[in-house]
């Protein structure tokens, strides 16, 4: 892992310590560590959800109310046989999972996932190190998320195209479909705040913020900030937009042929990737962990409220044909996002 | 309605009634109105509300459908016809049975097989009882016709088991003796009603 700087350092605070590589590593392993628990955990979550909007109870059996149901899910996950079809590209099936999985914690790499801390001097060896809110704090940290998880998109494209079955054929169609659909509407709707802020780091999108609720970005972008909701929806195959594997439809779509610990991989990446916008609204739009001292619990609140957001939204809406979704993104959003971004620059120069 | 009515299979003959569904918009401008107007209702807020109102009702008011169903049950009717119990007298004990032979006369799928002897009071008294249960339709006939209301249909409704012949025994299905305070008087078909007394009439012997 390269040694980070800042290059935002002026906006940063200046009497923050110095940022060594073992604060970075340390971060690395946090968010890993933390984010794969809470991909995992999210699972449960969704399914406790969507059964009480059903008034069902949901998984009880293991553990106290079905807490330990993860434990056995990944059990089975991990001991189940990996199969890889007769005909399939051996190679690209076998790595597309990986795509997905990894790009999504690459994603969450530059993105602040809690405030940064300095660990107490009486803890040995590593006792006084500084830990950054962020893994690295690239000047373009949006972008770099953005492409990312436009990136990770190419694992359902890939896994779909190499499994030779016409769902995972179809699946990879609607995956290019879906693409080419939400990525115009992100980065047009993320770029009026980008205008407003003046940096593509999530630490001055932040430190912007810090003015209490009034100063949150929502207040001067709503429309942006529902464009962004909406694409984003797209970008993380959510419900009201996920033709990749609607099973109604495609079986499983792009995941049809996958069994075992690959498939597990497109589901962690999944709910990595739910993190991740939640954590990119949050920050954007809602002020991220700008409160003092409080910080770490508003934006785990902020981040809980969007992914309860993704499980409700699943629970109550039907989903979009693909070329609703191509003419939902071009036709409407797109032209919105526009003027949007036009109208933001006219009242930025008056 | 006549036959030549049925066979007539031309779509669009027939009177059909239209559903007043609106127009469907042909011009540009005609479209982006039904679009503007979808968007700003608020249906889809109503939909996430139902849910979330669901969610609620099912948390805070305890209108969760589920039961947890080999550890809770939910109750069934008097009138359900499972597995058959053969009751007993409540004063004396013994089972209720005459050995009449209605039930095995009445059993259409023919399930019903039993003996009967004279005992040393030169009493009828059932020597051999048993109802295949892999034939049983559970129609409730016995139950029915019983005028001693011995055979009825009890609750037991699970009914898998290793052996075919489990349950089917006149010792099975009898009460236990030790159990006849628990004992349930029978509701279902051939039990008297709730106002039997009230039905009570003289008996009509002019005719």
Known sequence: MEIVTYTTVETFVNHLPEVTWVGSLIKAVLILAVISAIAGFGTFIERKVLAFMQRRLGPMHVGPYGLLQLAADGIKLFTKEDIVPQNANKLIFMIAPAITAATAFIALSAVPVFPDFTIPKFIPVLGGTFVPSIASDLNIG???????????????????????????IIGAARTAIQFLSYEVVTGLSILAPIMLVGSLSFVDFNNAQAGGIGSWLIWQQPVAFVLFLIAGFAETNRTPFDLLEHEAEVVSGYA??????????????????MITISVIAAIVFLGGYSEGGLGWLTIILKVGFFFFLMLWVRAAWPHVRPDQLMWLCWKVLMPIAVINVVITGIVMMV | MG?????????????????????????GMDKFKQVVQRTFKVELFIGLWVTLREMINALLRGQMHTVKYPFEKLPISPRYRAIHDMLRLLESGHYRCIGC??????????????????????RKEVSEYTINFGRCIFCGYCAEVCPELAIVHGPRYETASEQRASFSLFEDMLTPIDQLNLQKEYDGFGAVTPNADDNIKQTPLAY
Do not use: H
Request: with cysteine; aromatic share 12%; glycine share 12%.
């Open chain 1, 142 to 168: 949006i972008l770099f998320v953005l492409g990312m998880m436009a990136a990770g998109l190419y694992g359902p494209l890939l896994a779909g195209m190499s499994q030779a079955n016409k769902w995972g």
């Open chain 1, 256 to 273: 049809t042929e996958y069994s075992g610990m690959r498939w597990g991989m497109f589901f962690i990446g999944e709910y990595a990737n």
């Open chain 2, 3 to 27: 036959l030549e009515q049925f066979k007539n299979r031309n779509v669009g003959t027939q009177n059909y009634k239209m559903l007043d569904l609106g127009e469907t918009p042909t011009s």
């Open chain 2, 101 to 122: 032979g209605l039930c095995e006369k009445i059993c259409i799928s023919n399930c019903i097989t039993m003996n009967t002897r004279y005992d040393e009071n030169q």
